[in-house]
């Protein structure tokens, strides 16, 4: 069974930057895909970003693209989002999630993501 914690949240202002972390076990191979999504209170929750473990592929929607870096750190496998120029319309709930089967196309539908973590909140204030 996957585990995965989220960490790195808080409130900045808009321009700043914020790097969140994902501390994941449980996994059973490398052949994972890690995404990173988010919810805005009264919307439906969206991909911001996702990661090919096996691979190294990445994926960003376009309003974070040249933004935001998702990596990883393979020898603990905590996922990372390094968040710059950030905008108050990126104010959200923050999830970590994984799909044992690798990343689907499209990859950013959240039903075809099997675990998911508690979440992480980031405040952008104007």
């Known amino acids: 069974q996957v585990q995965l914690v989220e960490s790195g949240g808080g409130s900045v202002p808009a321009g700043g930057s914020l790097r969140l972390s994902c501390a994941g076990s449980?996994?059973?191979?490398?052949?994972?895909?890690m995404g990173w999504f988010r919810q805005a209170p009264g919307k439906e929750r969206e991909g911001v970003a996702a990661?090919?473990?096996?691979?190294?592929?990445?994926y960003y929607s376009d309003s974070v693209k040249d933004r935001f870096t998702i990596s990883r750190d393979n020898s603990d496998k905590t996922l990372y989002l390094e968040m710059r120029s950030l905008k108050t319309e990126d104010t959200a709930m923050y999830y970590c999630?994984?799909?044992?089967?690798?990343?689907?196309?499209?990859?950013?539908?959240?039903?075809?993501?099997?675990?998911w973590g508690q979440g992480t909140q980031v405040t952008v204030s104007s």
């Open positions: 999630a994984a799909d044992p089967g690798g990343c689907p196309v499209p990859w950013d539908q959240p039903s075809v993501f099997d675990y």
């Open positions: 990661l090919s473990v096996s691979r190294g592929y990445t």
């Open positions: 449980g996994y059973r191979n490398n052949r994972y895909c």
